[in-house]
C-alpha cells in the first residue's frame, strides 16, 4: 500500500469514516510505520479515540522515544489535547438519562501528564520537544508544579521556549499573566505575538481587542491567521461579526478559510449569529433583550444630565451632549449588539472614527468637542460606580480624536485644541475618585479652550507676554497670525 493510500485512511479514521473497530487497527499498524510522515499522522488522529487505552500507550511510547523529532512532536500534542478533553470532562455535565462517555482511568491520565513533566524538565531533549510538552501541560496549568514549569520557561531566553509559556498560561486560564500577554501582543512578529495571540484568545482578553482588531490586516499571513483565530474570543459579538464579514473576500485563501472557522465559532458562541451553514446571516437580538438595553439607555440618559458630571461640563456642551451620548448608545445598541453599561475603550473609538463621521448631525463647535464629551460620559460612568476606571478609555480617546478630526475637516490648530487632554493626561494618575468628581471634565475644558491655558494670560484669555510667541493651541504658527487674528475678525 503506498503512502498516500494509507494517508487517505488515517483521514477517513479521523473523520469517523470508518467503524471504530477498523479504524482503531489501522492506527495502531500506522503508528509503526517505518515512514516518520505517516507515524505523525496517525499520532495525531489517536486524541479523536483518546478513550481506547492501546492507541494511547502507543502514542505515549512514540512521544518518549520516536527517533524521528517530528512524530515525537506531534504525539505530543496529541497527549496535550487527551489532557485537555480529561480536564473538559471533569467539569461537566452528564443528562439526564446519557450514559457517562468512555473515557481512560485515572492512572492512565496521571501517565500522560507524567510524561508531559518529565518531557519538560529534560534538559537533553530538543527545544522543541520540551516547549510542545509544556504547551500540553498548560491544561493542568493552575496547579503548583505546572505553574513553576510555566515560569521557568518563560525566563528561559529563547522564544520557543517563551512561547509555550504563553500558549500554556493561555490555556491555564492565568489572569496573572494577562499583563505579558499584552506585551507580547505589541511586538511587530515573531513567535512570542503569535503565542499572545492564542494566549489572549483563551483568557477572552477583552482588552486586547483594538490589537487583534488591527492585527486582523497584518501583512504576515501567520500573524493576520492568528488574529482572525482570536476574533470570536476577544471581541464582542457585533463588531466580531462585522470585522470577519468585511475579510470574507480575502485575496489570501488560507485568510478565508481561517474567517470561515471563525466565523462557526461566532456562529456557536455569539448569542445574536444565526443561519445555516455556509449562510451570512445575522439577525436582530431578542426583543426582551433590546427592550432591555433600551430600558438601560433612558436610565443612564435621565441620570447623565442629573449628574455632576453633566454640570461640570462647559456650558456651550450642554444644549448638545445629551444628543451625543443618546447617539453612542443607539449605535452601542443596534451596531454593536452591546450593553450600554458594558461598553468599551474600542467601542468610544469606533463610533468617533466609523460612525459619528459619517452620521455627523452636530454644529462644527461641538464637533470639534465631540471627544471631550465622551470623556464627560466616561467620567459620569466612574462618577456612578458603574466603571472604576478612566484611564484606558482616555488614552482610546486620545489615540483616535487626531483622525476623527481629520474626518471631520477641522483645522489643524482646532484639531490639536480638542484632544482630551492635549497632552496632560497625566492627570490621570490622581485615581478615578478625585478624576469623577472634578478632573477630567475640567481637564479637557483647559485643552479645549486653549486661550485659558499659558502662563502669561491677560484679561480676556489672550496670552499677554507670550502674544509675539507661538500659538498656545500647538500648530506652530505665531499667535498674532493664528488664533489672535481669528480673535479679531
Given amino acids: 500500500m503506498d503512502k498516500s493510500k494509507r494517508l487517505k485512511l488515517i483521514h477517513m479514521a479521523r473523520d469517523y469514516e470508518l467503524d471504530e473497530p477498523e479504524a482503531v487497527a489501522i492506527l495502531e499498524r500506522e503508528m509503526k510505520n517505518s515512514d516518520p510522515e505517516v507515524r505523525a499522522a496517525a499520532a495525531t488522529a489517536v486524541c479523536d479515540y483518546n478513550h481506547v487505552p492501546s492507541l494511547v500507550v502507543a502514542c505515549m511510547e512514540l512521544a518518549r522515544a520516536d527517533a524521528d523529532t517530528g512524530v515525537r512532536v506531534r504525539a505530543i500534542q496529541s497527549l496535550g489535547w487527551i489532557l485537555e478533553d480529561e480536564v473538559d470532562a471533569a467539569g461537566a455535565d452528564v443528562p439526564e438519562g446519557e450514559q457517562e462517555p468512555e473515557e481512560l482511568d485515572r492512572a492512565t491520565y496521571q501517565a500522560i501528564r507524567d510524561l508531559l513533566v518529565l518531557l519538560a524538565r529534560d534538559e537533553k531533549v530538543p527545544e522543541e520537544i520540551g516547549a510542545e510538552a509544556v504547551e500540553g501541560l498548560g491544561w493542568l496549568g493552575s496547579r503548583a508544579e505546572e505553574k513553576v514549569i510555566l515560569e521557568e520557561y518563560y525566563a528561559r531566553r529563547g522564544p520557543r521556549c517563551r512561547a509555550a509559556a504563553l500558549i500554556a498560561a493561555g490555556r491555564a486560564?492565568?489572569?496573572?499573566?494577562?499583563?505579558?500577554?499584552?506585551?507580547?501582543?505589541?511586538?511587530?512578529?515573531?513567535?512570542?505575538?503569535?503565542?499572545?495571540?492564542?494566549?489572549?484568545?483563551?483568557?477572552?482578553?477583552?482588552?486586547?481587542?483594538?490589537?487583534?482588531?488591527?492585527?486582523?490586516?497584518?501583512?504576515?499571513?501567520?500573524?493576520?491567521?492568528?488574529?482572525?483565530?482570536?476574533?470570536?474570543?476577544?471581541l464582542p459579538s457585533g463588531r466580531a461579526n462585522r470585522i470577519l464579514k468585511s475579510l470574507r473576500k480575502h485575496k489570501d485563501p488560507d485568510t478565508r478559510r481561517m474567517v470561515r472557522s471563525a466565523s462557526e465559532i461566532l456562529e456557536e458562541e455569539a448569542p445574536f449569529v444565526d443561519g445555516e451553514e455556509g449562510e451570512e446571516v445575522v439577525t436582530e437580538p431578542p426583543e426582551d433583550e433590546v427592550a432591555r438595553s433600551e430600558s438601560v439607555r433612558r436610565a443612564i440618559l435621565s441620570d447623565f444630565v442629573d449628574s455632576?458630571?453633566?454640570?461640570?461640563?462647559?456650558?456651550?456642551?450642554?444644549?448638545?451632549?445629551?444628543?451625543?451620548?443618546?447617539?453612542?448608545?443607539?449605535?452601542?445598541?443596534?451596531?454593536?449588539?452591546?450593553?450600554?453599561?458594558?461598553?468599551?475603550?474600542?467601542?468610544?473609538?469606533?463610533?468617533?472614527?466609523?460612525?459619528?463621521?459619517?452620521?455627523?448631525?452636530?454644529?462644527?463647535?461641538?464637533?470639534?468637542?465631540?471627544?471631550?464629551?465622551?470623556?464627560?460620559?466616561?467620567?459620569?460612568?466612574?462618577?456612578?460606580?458603574?466603571?472604576?476606571?478612566?484611564?484606558?478609555?482616555?488614552?482610546a480617546l486620545e489615540s483616535a480624536t487626531p483622525d476623527y478630526l481629520t474626518a471631520v475637516g477641522l483645522p489643524a490648530c482646532e484639531r490639536t485644541a480638542s484632544l482630551p487632554g492635549n497632552g496632560g493626561w497625566a492627570e490621570g494618575a490622581r485615581g478615578p475618585e478625585k478624576l469623577a468628581a472634578s478632573g477630567p471634565v475640567k481637564a479637557h475644558a483647559r485643552s479645549v479652550d486653549h486661550r485659558k491655558r499659558g502662563a502669561g494670560a491677560g484679561a480676556g484669555g489672550r496670552p499677554g507676554s507670550a502674544a509675539r510667541g507661538k500659538c498656545p493651541c500647538g500648530s506652530g504658527k505665531p499667535y498674532a497670525s493664528c488664533c489672535g487674528a481669528r480673535e479679531k475678525r
Fill in 173 to 234: 486560564g492565568a489572569r496573572d499573566w494577562e499583563a505579558r500577554v499584552l506585551d507580547h501582543l505589541r511586538e511587530k512578529t515573531g513567535p512570542l505575538l503569535l503565542a499572545a495571540l492564542k494566549a489572549a484568545a483563551s483568557l477572552s482578553l477583552r482588552k486586547a481587542a483594538a490589537r487583534v482588531q488591527e492585527l486582523c490586516s497584518h501583512s504576515d499571513p501567520e500573524v493576520r491567521n492568528a488574529a482572525i483565530l482570536a476574533v470570536p474570543a476577544v
Fill in 308 to 395: 455632576a458630571a453633566f454640570r461640570q461640563a462647559p456650558v456651550g456642551w450642554r444644549p448638545w451632549l445629551p444628543r451625543l451620548v443618546d447617539n453612542f448608545f443607539s449605535f452601542l445598541i443596534e451596531h454593536q449588539g452591546t450593553d450600554p453599561e458594558e461598553f468599551e475603550p474600542t467601542d468610544l473609538q469606533e463610533f468617533l472614527l466609523e460612525y459619528l463621521p459619517v452620521n455627523l448631525d452636530m454644529p462644527p463647535d461641538a464637533a470639534a468637542s465631540a471627544p471631550g464629551g465622551l470623556l464627560v460620559l466616561v467620567a459620569f460612568m466612574v462618577e456612578t460606580r458603574r466603571f472604576t476606571e478612566l484611564e484606558s478609555f482616555g488614552e
